[in-house]
């Protein structure tokens, strides 16, 4: 057991643990932060994929101590208040969910891509989300979110 | 002859688990202490009850809205939201009736002590079973607001309408919690509202058949919605449970003292190996110390090489039951197949596992000898039953609650995780939260049915005369032919399964309708015809010939048959559960590997209930079905899959995606019928059909494998 601080949506936070455990569970079980899902525990479908000093990760390969002293953004830090993002929003109006578990995982990744490249072009997301499963297949809706997002379209216009 | 619902054509398939509870108990559900306030419980007969809410609420099997006297109302039913929409669907047809806006409405699903049994959430019959019963009883509801306002002002109900929510008239204003005040001292105002209150028309929808934002979305999109597996209760530890290394293996010792070490509650009963610990990484540790002194006894398990033969072998076609072989004959097949030009055929499908990107979960807690299991089930009474039975609890004692659960495609109808969670609970003294790994969903959930097919058809000119189609376990859904043939016989021959098996999306659906989709496409060659020609010659079913024809238009299907080499297009129809879908689609097959190009689908299920999310169900169909025709396929040997992740059992992703249209042909005069299943079944025959007009190879398994010519 160690103990590790990690800059978690802005706060510092700590906790003692084995230094091989994953920041997935720590971030479940630990902080109760539920929004980072598990689907697989291998990086195959990117459910848990969270951003580490900026750079989307998946959660679940990642061990605790890797990340000691650096800041790590989930879902759940993406909203300001009740103010959702841009793409937050877009995936509400394009229906961009079906059951959802896989979506934390997509707006994500997506918003990092969208901060490298605010004007991905559709293979660019394509390439870039790839590595992201959904089950319920909901890919073309995705695609429209993150489009619907990409387009400077304004969540304050809803 | 008008269309109508063809409910006869809609049973559930034999190899869909069984499906709804055996008993209706209507047990004292008292002591569990209700989210329901005050209020007027509402029947879709138009029975009222006044209910204090509360400790003392009561919901009962028939009992489908609450009206509050705080204002709140509440739509009851025990389906589940597993991504289809059920649950913005069902607030739209409250809505819809109620005259309400949608956003004021409360949607209580799937909780085994406040909601009605609704059985499973399969079959695709949330839309022609409980849409109607909620609008029944909204209806209803609607009523006894108009006639209470009107006998308080003394007015002629027919003089009076309700819009928000409220009957209005010169300042006055009479709304539904004013109704359920009103009724507070009446226990009951049984004969008030006549039976058969008109639903409002299709027509006149002004809720339904509109596109809804997803009820929930703003929980997902910020990560605030509990799944199963987010669910957290006080003190709670999280479990791990002990897997045998093959199917069938048993446990013949295991030391339980090295997890114990580690700081593990571990418990041992009879099969059942667990553990809990304050981390799921503690729990893992401590089964993984466990497990290294396991001792099995394995047993011999075949192969997945030759499953079609194999399950040919273990046929079993004097099985009985409700389960068992059937076999349906019209007319005079022997007869009729000497008398024409034949052909025959064999076909085979592999298992595919639905893996929903949610495992199993489940978080279970004891209250003395009370149980609360949350868990993400098709099922939620059944798997109270289950749990009831495995500890000996009365059902009134054990109580189910469903959270909106991350995917299902009809492979959560059973309760494991519930059970195993509830046994590490009852060991630990706490809560246990038990999610299964993905290696586990994959081997030990359930699997949809391996199965093979043989067809034999008669023809004479451009009409198939006589149809022979037996198939081996794949389950009863759609294996009866939907074209016009006068002689026909029907064989379903359930066989003994190496894995175990379950529901999936059209379960029996997907390999009967392959079989007979390439088998048709053969045919059409035989007698010289186009694949669409020769199926509209042999249909007289209005409905599934205008499906075939609004995506040959919308596809240009005349126009792109021929693209030269190794590019062609295919076309495959399919009728069940009361809908109707057709699929064209181009591929272009390069080396091993067939790339779909473009896909048109034209899907008929009645009146459209909410536009957005069909056009959401029949993309998830058709993609998943993409999987499942291209790449899906479940290997086995040695007693373990040997493809058991998501590394190695490749699932359909956004690179495959081709270009998608989906033509909806909305029939406001027709029930509406569910949409969350028939797509899939013509996705693989249409790309199979696509390789034959590409490459000339006849493609007659899944997954495909085309080679170019």
Known sequence: MARFTVQVNGNQLAVESPPDR????????????????????????????????????????????????????????????????????????????????????????????????????????????????????????ILASVELAARGWEANDA | MPERFREDLCEPDRKELAE?????????????????????????AGKVVFSPGGASAQVRPSQRLHLGEDGSITVLTGKVEFGQGSRTEILQAAAEELRVSPDVLRVMLADTAETPNDGSTAGSRTTPSTIPVVRRASAAARELLVRTAAEAWNLDASELRVEAGAVVRAGDRFSYADLARAQRPASTVDDSVPRGVPLREVRNWTVLGQTLPKVGAREIVTGAHRYPSDIVRPNMLYGAVLRPPSYGAQLESVELAPGRELGAVVVRDGEFVGCAAKTSYEARKALEAISETAKWRTMAHPPSEGLGAYLKRHAQPSAGGRRGARRRESGDVDSALAAAQTLEASYEIPYVQHAPLEPRAAVAEWDQDRLTVWTGTQRPFGVRE???????????????????????????????????????????GKPVSLRWTRAEEFAWAYFRPAAAFEARAGLSGEKILAWDFTAYNPGTAAIETPYAVPNVRTQYIPCDSPLREGSYRGIGATGNNFAREVFMDELAGAAGLDPLEFRL???????????????????????????????????????????????????????????????????????ILNPG????????????????????????????????????????????????????????????????ETPIVAVAPALANAVFAATGQRMRSLPLRARAA
């Open chain 1, 22 to 141: 994953p920041l997935l569970d720590v971030l479940r079980e630990d902080f109760d932060l539920t929004g980072t899902k598990y689907g697989c525990g291998e990086g195959q479908c990117r459910a848990c994929t969270v951003l580490i000093d900026g750079q989307p990760t998946a959660s679940c390969l990642t061990p605790i101590s890797s990340v000691d002293g650096m800041s790590v953004t989930t879902i759940e830090g993406l909203a300001s208040g009740d103010q959702l993002t841009a793409l937050q929003q877009a995936f509400v109006e394009m229906d961009g969910a079906q059951c959802g578990y896989c979506t934390a995982g997509m707006i994500v990744e997506a918003t990092a891509l969208l901060q490298r490249n605010p004007k991905p072009s559709r293979s660019e997301i394509v390439d870039v989300m790839n590595p992201h499963l959904c089950r319920c297949c909901g890919y073309r809706n």
């Open chain 2, 613 to 676: 999310n069909l056009r959401a169900q029949i993309d998830g169909c058709v993609i998943q079905g993409l999987g499942a025709a291209l790449s899906e396929e479940i290997r086995f040997a040695g007693g373990m899959l040997v493809n058991g992740s998501f590394a190695r059992y490749p699932v359909p992703r956004f690179r495959g995606t081709p270009p998608m249209e989906a033509v909806l042909l909305n029939r406001p005069d027709i029930p509406p019928a569910g949409a969350g």
């Open chain 2, 386 to 428: 289950q749990l009831a039975e495995a500890f000996r609890l009365g059902a009134d004692r054990t109580r189910v609650v469903v959270p909106d659960t991350g995917g299902g495609f009809g492979g959560k109808h059973t309760g494991e995780v519930a059970v195993e969670a509830a046994r590490l609970a009852r060991a630990a």
């Open chain 2, 20 to 44: 709804g509870p055996a008993y209706r108990f209507e047990l004292d559900r008292r002591q569990w202490i209700s989210s329901i306030g005050a209020g007027l419980l509402v029947t879709a």
């Open chain 2, 537 to 607: 010659a042999n249909l007289d079913d209005g409905r599934l010939s205008a499906v075939l024809r609004a995506a040959a238009d919308r596809f240009g299907w005349s126009a792109s048959k021929s693209l030269g080499r190794n590019r062609g297009s295919g076309i495959a129809a399919g009728f069940e559960k009361g809908s109707y879908i057709a699929i064209c689609a181009q591929v272009r097959v390069a080396g091993g590997s067939v790339e779909v190009e473009r896909l048109v689908s034209a899907f008929d299920c009645g009146a």
